[in-house]
C-alpha cells in the first residue's frame, strides 16, 4: 500500500510542476505523513531520494512562504531516513534545510 501511495506521490509531483494550488496541499500532506513516520524505513530510500529531488526543484526560486514552510518541515523529516553511502540524503536533507534557512 506504501508503494502505491509513494508512485502516486511522484506522479503527483510530475504531473503538476509550479502548480501552487496542488503542490502546497501535497506538500503539506506529505510532511504530515512523514512526521508521523510512514516512510521512514529503509526499503523507501529511493523514493524519499527522488521526493527530495522534487521538491528541491519545486521550490527553486520560489517566493511562495507557505510552500518553503512545507518544505521545511519535509526536509526535517527526511533527516531521519537510515544513513545510506548510495543515496547521502541525510546530508543533503541537511543541507537544503540550512539552504531555507537563508532564504528571504
Known sequence: MIDKLYKHTIEIFKGNEKI???MEPLFNTLA???????????????YADLI??????????SKNIHK??????????LLFFE???????????????????THK
Request: charge should be positive.
Open 52 to 61: 527530495h529531488k522534487l521538491v528541491g526543484k519545486e521550490i527553486f526560486e
Open 32 to 46: 504530515h505523513l512523514l512526521t508521523k513516520s510512514y516512510f521512514i524505513d529503509s526499503s523507501y530510500l529511493e
Open 20 to 22: 501552487d494550488r496542488v
Open 68 to 77: 518553503i514552510l512545507a518544505c521545511v518541515d519535509i526536509y526535517y523529516n
Open 83 to 101: 544513513k545510506d553511502e548510495k543515496f547521502n540524503l541525510f546530508k543533503r536533507a541537511l543541507r537544503s534545510l540550512l539552504i531555507l534557512m
